[in-house]
């Protein structure tokens, strides 16, 4: 069955960096495009990015774009999440999601703060 586990999440201070990844089992990774979403406390989940399917265009929320990257590395079946210069308003749970078939992990905790 597809399962998507997320890692990499934690505390870390204003200014600093993660990466959280999401390894993906159940499926042919390298045939699915995929994306990150957010949720804080009290909110919906937010689209932070998508990745195509080799990589080869990704797309951003304005919240994030040019401080968060997403990648994917097919040979490893795993999708990444590079944050850089964080803020607390990062602070959130972190889902990596397969858009076909609508599949969610189970998310991981960034915490940001001082």
């Known amino acids: 069955q597809v399962q998507l586990v997320e890692s990499g999440g934690g505390l870390v201070q204003p200014g600093g960096s993660l990466r959280l990844s999401c390894a993906a089992s159940?499926?042919?990774?390298?045939?699915?495009?995929m994306s990150w979403y957010r949720q804080s406390p009290g909110k919906g989940r937010e689209l932070l990015a998508t990745?195509?399917?080799?990589?080869?265009?990704?797309i951003y929320a304005d919240s994030v774009k040019g401080r968060f990257t997403i990648a994917r590395d097919n040979a490893k079946n795993t999708l990444y999440l590079q944050m850089n210069n964080l803020k607390p308003e990062d602070t959130a749970i972190y889902y990596c999601?397969?858009?076909?078939?609508?599949?969610w992990g189970q998310g991981t905790q960034v915490t940001v703060s001082s």
């Open positions: 159940g499926f042919t990774f390298s045939n699915y495009a």
């Open positions: 990745i195509t399917v080799a990589g080869g265009s990704t």
């Open positions: 999601r397969r858009l076909a078939g609508n599949y």
